[in-house]
């Protein structure tokens, strides 16, 4: 109970800290500003869900203007993997996978912890055919694949040939086909201009912004030059989360402060103040989602290791949260030595992403990413400061009790996705990597309505011409994001908030 109140006391002042700063266009503009520039739609972001909300919005027929504060297009989603869950492709109707809307949306709400908006989340399954269908036939193609993740009860879930980056590559080889829409890199969204009614009207920004660190580039960077653009139909905010901002991401969690991410350096809290500085209000910033350099999924063919005692501490097949929670944990036991994975080469070819094993292998995973091969289990021990023999002791009790079709000591799962656990078989080889949790999404956001609408945190009602899409916005997730259901939030509601920001009349 005291946990729970002290949490609820940081978030209130986290709330109170970003909206105690007025800002001088975030109030009921007195005057009309004298604007620079005059577009229909401005979207600020340039991952996966800015750039869809910006095609479609232009599709029909706005001038659409994408900035990015960054000297390049596409944000995290272009370093990310982007699996994507989607309810009615047509590799789903190929095989006959009965799926429905409700399944994906329970599945969602049941890895949520009782927080995730089971609503939002229908809406979104029931759109997934639909944004597929949309980048498919902008360019964007599929490996083939249907897999079942984890918490999801059908295979449902499509990998892009090229991951994120080849996804958005197709994306805006599409997009340079459409005059009407127009990119600006370099350009940092300061504040958002209302009008005397409350009505969005358009951005400050400054163009000839050259980003510096994620530590100080929200509160010391002062370069680029202000401008007024005007945004007559609405203003779009794809900014993604504030994995890299580690002062704010720790106001609520503090040991979120020293956890590594490899998402993209812009990735700060910036966006998120200015939005709350305009009235929207924010959700959910306590919780927080981790990623691996491998797939969650895939921990469970291998068996994790403490080097301060030489033995296994937890199962496998948890969820990527309990995993990251119960290995944050151990490290602030055991001195802080990274606990490590041990797998055999017959495990490796059950992942269901082979490009990222393969990165992996290749020493091109980021932050604890690399895996490296060893003639033996002893040999691996050492190279992670753990005693050989109690390690190989550990392993071979593993084996003989996955044999027996038993984990007695963790009830680890032996089956996922149609496939078993099995012993594991060294003559190929021992491969081994850290264990080491990233902080690469963050859940909390601005509140949201079906249409993406930014709500007011005084009214409850949409901020009129106001948008946020991906992990900009918060509360679609809860506790605890199922895998490959941040991309199809992206899709659906960047499509929605383009089409949806388009039909609105010009002021």
């Known amino acids: 109970m005291t946990q729970v109140k002290s949490s609820r006391r940081n978030f209130l002042k986290a709330s109170a800290s970003l909206v105690a700063v007025a800002a001088p266009f975030s109030a009921y503009a007195a005057e009309k500003p004298k604007y620079d520039e005059e577009v229909d739609v401005i979207v600020v972001g340039s991952g996966v869900s800015g750039t869809i909300a910006a095609i479609a919005a232009a599709e029909k027929g706005s001038k659409v203007l994408l900035i990015d504060k960054m000297s390049r297009l596409g944000g995290t989603s272009r370093i990310s993997g982007l699996n ?31 927080m995730g908006d089971y609503e939002k989340a229908l809406e979104m399954a029931k759109n997934t055919a639909r944004a597929e269908k949309f980048m498919t036939e902008r360019g964007v193609k599929w490996d083939g694949r249907l897999l079942k993740l984890g918490g999801h009860s059908e ?121 709350v500085r305009a009235g929207a209000q924010p959700m959910h910033l306590s919780l927080f989602r981790f990623a691996y350099p491998l797939p969650t999924e895939d921990m469970i063919w291998g068996v994790i ?14 969820t990527r949260n309990a995993l990251a929670q119960t290995v944050l944990l151990r490290r602030m036991q055991n001195g802080d030595k990274k606990p490590f994975i041990i797998y055999d080469e017959k495990s490796l070819a059950k992942f269901h992403n082979l490009n990222r094993v393969q990165r992996s292998l290749n020493g091109l995973n980021g932050i604890d990413g690399t895996m490296t091969k060893f003639n033996s289990v002893e040999e691996a021990a050492k190279a992670f400061g753990a005693d050989p023999a109690i390690v190989k ?66 009214t409850g009602k949409p901020i009129e011409g106001l948008f946020v899409v991906g992990e900009a916005s918060g509360g679609l997730h809860g506790q605890e994001r199922m895998t490959g259901c941040s991309m199809p939030e992206c899709a659906v509601f960047g499509l929605i908030a383009g089409e949806t920001v388009a039909d609105r009349p010009k002021q």
């Open 305 to 318: 290791v403490d080097p301060a005692t030489g033995k296994r501490f937890m199962s496998e097949g948890a």
């Open 393 to 458: 002791n550990t392993v071979d009790a593993y084996n003989q009790a996955i044999k027996e079709g038993k984990d007695p000591e963790f009830n680890k799962p032996l089956e996922r996705s149609g496939r078993k656990v099995e012993p594991l078989d060294f003559s190929a080889g021992v491969y081994a990597m850290p264990v080491n949790p990233r902080l690469n999404y963050t859940p909390g956001g601005i509140r949201t309505d079906l249409k993406a609408r930014a709500l007011s945190m005084e």
């Open 84 to 114: 994507f869950a989607c309810v009615g492709s047509p590799l789903q109707k190929e095989k006959g996978v009965q799926d429905t809307p409700e399944k994906l949306a329970s599945d969602m709400y049941k890895v949520s912890g009782n």
């Open 155 to 275: 295979p449902r879930v499509l990998v892009s040939i090229g991951d994120g980056a080849g996804l958005l590559n197709a994306l805006w080889t599409h997009m340079k086909t459409l005059k009407n829409l127009e990119t600006g890199l370099h350009t940092k969204a300061d504040e958002i201009i209302l009008d005397k009614d409350g009505k969005v009207e358009g951005l400050e920004v400054r163009q000839d912004y050259y980003f510096d660190t994620p530590e100080t580039d929200d509160l010391q960077n002062k370069t680029g030059t202000k401008k007024l653009i005007r945004a007559k139909q609405g203003v779009i905010f794809a900014t993604g989360g504030y994995s890299r901002d580690k002062v704010f991401r720790s106001i609520e969690v503090p040991f979120l402060a020293g956890v590594a991410t490899t998402t993209n350096p812009g990735a700060t809290s910036g966006a998120l103040k200015t939005m």
